[in-house]
C-alpha cells in the first residue's frame, strides 16, 4: 500500500524540538507502525517522524540528514532509544547504500518531510530566510555551490529560467536583468541584498486583504532548489523507497509546493 499526503502550508515552528512536523498525526497514521518493524526517516531534521514512530510501536528507525545540525540531533536521540535508532549522514537519494552498509535489505515504511525546516529558516547564518539577513547560503549540507555562487557567475538567462523553473516566478527575467545589473557593480552575498533586489521587480501576492506572500518568497524557493538539487533528489529518493519497502509497505511523503506535489503524484500513478 503506498500513501501520498500533501500539505498546504509551510513547516510549524516550536519551541522544543526545534522543528515539528505538520501532519505528523496523518503520516504517522499512515505509516501504521508496528512491533519490530523497520521504518526510514528519510528527511531526519529534528527527529520529529522517528520519535513518533519510536514512541507509537517497539519498532527500529533509520535517520538521514545531510544537515550537520540534524545529525547532532540524532547523536543526542539514539541515546535516548539506544539499539532502536540510527541517524546517518547522506542523502535520501542514495538510501539504498546507506542500507546496505548498515546491513539492512527491506523495511516496512518510508517517510519523507519534504523543503527547509522552521530551525534551518530561524538560523540567519545558514542563509534560507529573506526576513532574516545572513550570508546567501542555502545549502542544506556543506558541499557544493552555494546560491552566492549562483547568484553572482549563472548567466541572464540561466538565472531567468532557474527562477521560472523552480519558482514558478512570472517575472523571472526582470529578476534576473536586476541580480545581473546589481551584481555588475560588487558580488551580492547577503540574503538581504538579494531579496531587497527581487522586491523592486515583484509586487507583492495575495488578494486585498489576505496575508501577502513576499516578492521574494519564489526566487529564494528557486534558489534552495536547485543549490540542494532536491527535486532530483526527490525522483532518486522516490525510486529508493520502491526498492526497500517490503510489500505492502508503507510510503508517506509530506510536500509543500506544486513542483514536489506533482512529482510525487506522477510516481504513485506510474505505479
Same mark, same amino acid.
Not at 45 to 72: E, F, K
Not at 174 to 192: E, F, H, Q, W
Given at each position: 500500500?503506498?500513501?501520498?499526503?500533501?500539505?498546504?502550508?509551510?513547516?510549524?515552528?516550536?519551541?522544543?524540538?526545534?522543528?515539528?512536523?505538520?501532519?505528523?498525526?496523518?503520516?504517522?497514521?499512515?505509516?501504521?507502525?508496528?512491533?519490530?518493524?523497520?521504518?526510514?526517516?528519510?528527511?531526519?531534521?529534528?527527529?520529529?517522524?522517528?520519535?513518533?514512530?519510536?514512541?507509537?510501536?517497539?519498532?527500529?528507525?533509520?535517520?538521514?540528514?545531510?544537515?550537520?545540525?540534524?545529525?547532532?540531533?540524532?547523536?543526542?536521540?539514539?541515546?535516548?532509544?539506544?539499539?532502536?535508532?540510527?541517524?546517518?549522514?547522506?542523502?535520501?537519494?542514495?538510501?539504498?547504500?546507506?542500507?546496505?552498509?548498515?546491513?539492512?535489505?527491506?523495511?516496512?515504511?518510508?517517510?519523507?518531510?519534504?523543503?527547509?525546516?522552521?530551525?534551518?529558516?530561524?538560523?540567519?547564518?545558514?542563509?534560507?530566510?529573506?526576513?532574516?539577513?545572513?550570508?546567501?547560503?542555502?545549502?542544506?549540507?556543506?558541499?557544493?555551490?552555494?546560491?552566492?555562487?549562483?547568484?553572482?557567475?549563472?548567466?541572464?538567462?540561466?538565472?531567468?529560467?532557474?527562477?521560472?523553473?523552480?519558482?514558478?516566478?512570472?517575472?523571472?527575467?526582470?529578476?534576473?536583468?536586476?541580480?545581473?545589473?546589481?551584481?555588475?557593480?560588487?558580488?551580492?552575498?547577503?540574503?538581504?541584498?538579494?531579496?531587497?533586489?527581487?522586491?523592486?521587480?515583484?509586487?507583492?501576492g495575495g488578494k486585498?486583504?489576505?496575508?501577502?506572500?513576499?516578492?521574494?518568497? #519564489?526566487?529564494?524557493?528557486?534558489?534552495?532548489?536547485?543549490?540542494?538539487?532536491?527535486?532530483?533528489?526527490?525522483?532518486?529518493?522516490?525510486?529508493?523507497?520502491?526498492?526497500?519497502?517490503?510489500?505492502?509497505?508503507?510510503?508517506?511523503?509530506?510536500?509543500?509546493?506544486?513542483?514536489?506535489?506533482?512529482?510525487v503524484k506522477d510516481?504513485?500513478?506510474? #505505479?
Amino acid at each position: 500500500m503506498t500513501m501520498a499526503m500533501s500539505g498546504t502550508a509551510g513547516h510549524a515552528a516550536a519551541a522544543a524540538p526545534p522543528h515539528a512536523p505538520v501532519l505528523l498525526a496523518a503520516a504517522l497514521t499512515a505509516l501504521a507502525a508496528k512491533d519490530g518493524a523497520t521504518y526510514i526517516d528519510a528527511t531526519f531534521g529534528a527527529g520529529g517522524y522517528a520519535r513518533a514512530l519510536l514512541d507509537a510501536a517497539t519498532c527500529n528507525v533509520i535517520g538521514i540528514d545531510r544537515d550537520a545540525a540534524a545529525l547532532s540531533l540524532g547523536g543526542e536521540m539514539m541515546e535516548r532509544y539506544p539499539g532502536r535508532l540510527r541517524v546517518v549522514s547522506g542523502c535520501f537519494g542514495d538510501m539504498v547504500g546507506i542500507l546496505e552498509d548498515l546491513g539492512v535489505e527491506r523495511v516496512d515504511g518510508v517517510a519523507f518531510d519534504l523543503g527547509v525546516s522552521s530551525m534551518q529558516l530561524d538560523d540567519a547564518g545558514r542563509g534560507f530566510s529573506f526576513r532574516k539577513d545572513g550570508p546567501l547560503d542555502m545549502r542544506m549540507g556543506s558541499a557544493g555551490a552555494d546560491a552566492a555562487d549562483i547568484v553572482n557567475t549563472y548567466s541572464e538567462k540561466d538565472l531567468a529560467d532557474l527562477i521560472y523553473r523552480y519558482g514558478e516566478e512570472r517575472a523571472s527575467r526582470r529578476i534576473a536583468r536586476a541580480i545581473v545589473n546589481a551584481r555588475a557593480a560588487a558580488p551580492i552575498t547577503r540574503t538581504g541584498e538579494l531579496a531587497d533586489i527581487v522586491r523592486g521587480q515583484v509586487k507583492s501576492g495575495g488578494k486585498k486583504g489576505a496575508k501577502r506572500l513576499d516578492p521574494a518568497t #519564489r526566487t529564494f524557493q528557486a534558489l534552495r532548489i536547485h543549490v540542494n538539487d532536491e527535486l532530483g533528489e526527490l525522483g532518486r529518493g522516490l525510486a529508493a523507497a520502491e526498492t526497500l519497502l517490503v510489500p505492502r509497505g508503507r510510503l508517506v511523503v509530506v510536500s509543500f509546493h506544486s513542483l514536489e506535489d506533482r512529482m510525487v503524484k506522477d510516481f504513485i500513478r506510474r #505505479r
